[in-house]
């Protein structure tokens, strides 16, 4: 297969072109005192408006500025898990940016449960939305894709199996992006 035929390679081509395009717009920014709008653009959107440069005026670069310039173009998610000592708990999903600030827009989020980390899902007696839009269930009381809250939230009920006196962990698993991130909650039922 020839390289331009190849997916992956034109992923790479559009990512460098856009980063170029952001690094572009903080030099010029930086140097001159005042950012200026730039002509060049991608999908219909300007790269100043994608990234903030107009913080940026004392002819410096740093990585705190560029970092601050970017970070709300590479989310990842926070998963907190709670037990509510009864056979049953809570996985709370938060995506946040890049400085871990929590984004207040809605995300295609697809949320899953198992027994070990980073595993295939693995049904329970009970996962599911609690809070945030179910789009679609892969697998009952398993696997969903969900919409978050808009404030960039969703809650997931969970409810196992387990004997009296015992501990159960559960694994949840979300991806955002193609990536992957996990959380676990150890269930308890006293009774």
């Known amino acids: 297969m020839k390289p331009w035929q190849n997916r992956v390679f034109w992923t790479y081509i559009v990512c460098c072109t856009l980063l170029t395009c952001a690094f ?24 100043d408006d ?10 410096a670069i ?11 173009l ?23 940016d890049a400085n871990n600030n929590n ?23 009970d996962f599911s939305v609690a809070s945030g839009e179910e789009l679609r269930e892969l697998e009952a009381n398993a696997d969903y894709e ?14 196992v199996t387990i004997a009296p006196d015992a501990t159960k962990t559960v694994y949840v698993m979300a991806e955002l992006d193609g990536r992957i991130y996990t959380g676990s909650v150890e269930i308890t039922n006293p009774s």
């Open 24 to 47: 572009s717009m903080i030099l010029v920014a930086g140097c001159s005192g005042e950012p200026e709008r730039q002509k060049v653009g991608h999908g219909g959107m300007m790269v």
């Open 74 to 96: 590479v989310p990842n998610i926070a998963l907190n898990g709670s037990d509510n000592t009864d056979g049953t708990g809570g996985m709370t999903l938060r995506v946040r």
């Open 103 to 125: 984004i207040a827009q809605r995300f295609l989020v697809r949320i899953w449960i198992a027994d070990a980390e980073y595993s295939e899902p693995d049904a329970q007696t």
């Open 62 to 72: 740093t990585a705190a500025k560029l970092s601050a310039a970017l970070q709300d």
């Open 50 to 59: 994608l990234v903030d440069t107009g913080n940026i005026v004392d002819n």
């Open 146 to 159: 969900l919409i978050t809250t808009s404030s960039g939230a969703a809650i997931m009920d969970i409810n």
